[in-house]
């Protein structure tokens, strides 16, 4: 059973729903939309719509409804492991793999390939034990397990206080001038689709750095590091300054290579660094890149400028 949440207001003001979505809360903006709408909110002990607008001194109670326990189960699917020990692991995951389970998808996923591996940290509850920090279905690449609850709070906390260095490598749109720079734009569910992420004033901050590896005609290979880590903040911030990732279905309308089948975007996470939660050791480990990513390079035309030696 889930305990219920009571938030106080102080001094926060507008509609409950923009209110409540502002909160650090471990619901999305859209099931606590549905929850006002089915009295799983109140505020003062009364239901209101989610056009209410709060004041000093209401209170709000949030009953999360009961859910019906979900089994996950382990299964015996093959793992990229780059690295172990007690703590932790390191893996490298292939595209088109699902992080966690979901309502509707319990199986199939990294966790289940994890459960059968290891014991994991329970902190994330039983759709995601062990997952620190996730990447999207069809990126590919490195990213870290905890196997249990200290070596988990360990790493998120590094993770929160950007401690992590989190490298990957994009392939995207267009032809960039510069050789680096910061993307930084705020980030919140869209506006529309709730599915997605898009650049919004007021939003969370997100801030992306990237270099140029190598230049196509059309294209550009970038090397891009994380300094927050936002829900497709790679993926948003690309599209955002015109420079979409090839083969993205969401951002970027899944644009297409020329004799090149892509089964989603070409972004693998490369680069993970991290601190080992016991020892306090400094741990770095890089993957190269798939083989879908290396042919789908192949078939684009280098660009050599003057300024360059051969391309490198």
Same mark, same amino acid.
């Given at each position: 059973?889930?305990?219920?949440?009571?938030?106080?207001?102080?001094? !926060?003001?507008?509609?409950?729903?923009?209110?409540?979505?502002?909160?650090?809360?471990?619901?999305?903006?859209?099931?606590?939309?549905?929850?006002?709408?089915?009295?799983?909110?109140? /505020?003062?002990?009364?239901?209101?719509?989610?056009? =209410?607008?709060?004041?000093?001194?209401?209170? %709000?109670?949030?009953?999360?409804?009961?859910?019906?326990?979900?089994?996950?189960?382990?299964?015996?699917?093959?793992?990229?492991?780059?690295?172990?020990?007690?703590?932790?692991?390191?893996?490298?995951?292939?595209?088109?793999?699902?992080?966690?389970?979901?309502?509707?998808?319990?199986?199939? #996923? +990294?966790?289940?390939?994890?459960?059968? $591996?290891?014991?994991?940290? #329970?902190?994330?509850?039983?759709?995601?034990?062990?997952?620190?920090?996730?990447?999207?279905?069809?990126?590919?690449?490195?990213?870290?397990?905890?196997?249990?609850?200290?070596?988990?709070?360990?790493?998120?906390?590094?993770?929160?206080?950007?401690?992590?260095?989190?490298? =990957?490598?994009?392939? %995207?749109?267009?032809?960039? !001038?510069?050789?680096?720079?910061?993307?930084?734009?705020?980030?919140?569910?869209?506006? %529309?689709?709730?599915?997605?992420?898009? /650049?919004?004033?007021?939003?969370?901050?997100?801030?992306?750095?990237?270099?140029?590896?190598?230049? &196509?005609?059309?294209?550009?290979?970038? !090397?891009?590091?994380?300094? #927050?880590?936002?829900? $497709?903040?790679?993926? %948003?911030?690309?599209? =955002?300054?015109?420079?979409?990732?090839?083969?993205?279905?969401? =951002?970027?309308?899944? !644009?297409?290579?020329?004799?090149?089948?892509?089964?989603?975007? +070409?972004?693998?996470?490369?680069?993970?660094?991290?601190?080992?939660?016991?020892?306090?050791?400094? +741990? #770095? &480990?890089?993957?190269?890149?798939?083989?879908? &990513?290396?042919?789908?390079?192949?078939?684009?035309?280098?660009?050599?400028?003057?300024?360059?030696?051969?391309?490198?």
């Amino acid at each position: 059973m889930v305990d219920n949440i009571t938030i106080n207001i102080v001094d !926060q003001v507008g509609r409950i729903d923009g209110v409540l979505a502002k909160e650090t809360l471990p619901y999305s903006r859209t099931t606590l939309s549905e929850w006002l709408v089915n009295g799983n909110i109140l /505020v003062n002990g009364k239901q209101v719509k989610r056009s =209410y607008k709060v004041s000093s001194g209401d209170v %709000v109670t949030i009953t999360p409804p009961e859910t019906k326990d979900t089994e996950i189960l382990a299964e015996n699917i093959p793992l990229d492991i780059v690295y172990e020990d007690d703590d932790l692991l390191v893996v490298n995951k292939p595209q088109g793999m699902v992080v966690h389970p979901a309502a509707g998808h319990t199986s199939g #996923t +990294l966790v289940n390939a994890l459960m059968y $591996h290891s014991p994991l940290s #329970t902190i994330n509850g039983e759709l995601r034990p062990g997952i620190v920090h996730r990447i999207d279905r069809d990126t590919s690449g490195l990213l870290m397990v905890a196997k249990n609850d200290v070596a988990h709070q360990a790493l998120s906390a590094q993770l929160k206080a950007h401690k992590n260095q989190r490298i =990957y490598i994009a392939l %995207v749109r267009g032809e960039f !001038q510069e050789d680096t720079g910061t993307i930084s734009a705020p980030l919140a569910r869209h506006k %529309v689709d709730r599915k997605k992420q898009a /650049v919004t004033e007021g939003g969370r901050e997100a801030i992306t750095h990237f270099q140029v590896l190598k230049r &196509f005609v059309g294209y550009t290979l970038l !090397q891009v590091r994380l300094e #927050t880590g936002r829900t $497709h903040q790679i993926r %948003v911030h690309m599209t =955002y300054i015109g420079h979409p990732i090839v083969g993205d279905p969401v =951002y970027g309308n899944a !644009q297409k290579l020329a004799n090149v089948t892509l089964n989603g975007q +070409l972004l693998h996470a490369k680069t993970l660094s991290l601190t080992q939660p016991t020892t306090g050791e400094q +741990l #770095t &480990f890089d993957s190269v890149l798939p083989d879908y &990513f290396d042919k789908a390079l192949a078939t684009l035309t280098p660009i050599i400028r003057k300024d360059e030696n051969n391309g490198k």
